[in-house]
């Protein structure tokens, strides 16, 4: 049985999408480690625990979503196709440019604080290296 659920993808818009309702395509989609945010009573957020950190997709009360997430309806533990309301909802709560600039000020940040801590780490194993050469030679 297919279902209609969103598709959210990093740098792209959300997209309505028949699928089917069987978790193991889901983890073929998305990536075996998943995890899931309730949003409501009857809807979750099923995304990739193990998504890389250059995969920044949306915000979501403060934290940020990594990798290609599905927003699914559930209605006694079963997957099923969302409502039109839901998929209205979620649409516009997911839209691209909501989250575009957060994500680039976001990005710039990480990505700053990243290579800088990497030029330490350098700097920090080159001076360790020196060290032990000279402990070595002497």
């Known amino acids: 049985m297919k279902i209609k659920v969103l598709l959210v993808m990093p740098e792209k818009e959300v997209q309505i999408v028949k699928i089917p309702a069987s978790i193991k395509y889901i983890k073929a989609f998305i990536g075996e480690n998943l995890f899931r945010i309730k949003l409501n009573e009857n ?3 099923i995304a990739n625990k193990d998504a890389t950190h250059q995969e920044f997709n949306r915000f979501l009360g403060g934290n940020i979503i990594l990798g290609t997430f599905f927003v699914v309806s559930i209605k006694n533990k079963r997957r099923i196709s969302m409502k039109k309301k839901d998929i209205r909802k979620y649409t ?11 994500i680039e000020t976001y990005k710039e940040e990480y990505l700053e604080e990243y290579y800088s801590n ?15 050469i000279f402990k070595v030679a002497a």
């Open 43 to 45: 809807t979750v957020l």
């Open 92 to 102: 516009n709560m997911f839209k691209l440019r909501k989250h575009q600039k957060k």
């Open 118 to 132: 990497q030029r330490k780490m350098k700097q920090k194993n080159a001076k360790r290296n020196k060290k032990e």
